[in-house]
């Protein structure tokens, strides 16, 4: 059974950082599209950034170049966001997702290859 296993969310002052963690487990990563996802109240669930587990290659949505970065660690099964210079609109329920293995880097970008999801864990950013 595939489980993803989100961490490290909490409460943050405006401008500070913090590191969410999804730890996978039942399935191998290899070759997999991995992504962060988050949703704010009243809003849809977006897309943050994405990593393809083999390539390393990279996407991230306009509100997030520059201050978050995505990484994986495939030893650990472990994907990370890092989140930096944070504002209060960055307040939302953050999501891991993967995709089934062998994938390829441009399948990555496409939400509908996400079929995996952690339960959340919640970004609250204050002044």
């Known amino acids: 059974q595939v489980q993803l296993v989100e961490s490290g969310g909490g409460s943050v002052q405006a401008g500070g950082s913090t590191r969410l963690s999804c730890v996978a487990s039942?399935?191998?990563?290899?070759?997999?599209?991995m992504a962060w996802f988050r949703q704010a109240p009243g809003s849809e669930r977006e897309v943050i950034a994405t990593?393809?587990?083999?390539?390393?290659?990279?996407s991230y949505a306009d509100s997030a170049k520059g201050r978050f970065t995505i990484s994986h660690d495939i030893h650990k099964n472990t994907l990370y966001l890092q989140l930096n210079s944070l504002k209060n609109e960055a307040t939302a329920e953050y999501y891991c997702?993967?995709?089934?293995?062998?994938?390829?880097?441009?399948?990555?970008?496409?939400?509908?290859?996400?079929?995996?999801w952690g339960q959340g864990t919640q970004v609250t950013v204050s002044s």
């Open positions: 997702a993967a995709s089934p293995a062998k994938r390829t880097a441009i399948e990555c970008q496409f939400s509908s290859v996400y079929r995996y």
């Open positions: 039942g399935y191998t990563t290899s070759g997999a599209c």
């Open positions: 990593i393809h587990s083999s390539t390393g290659t990279t």
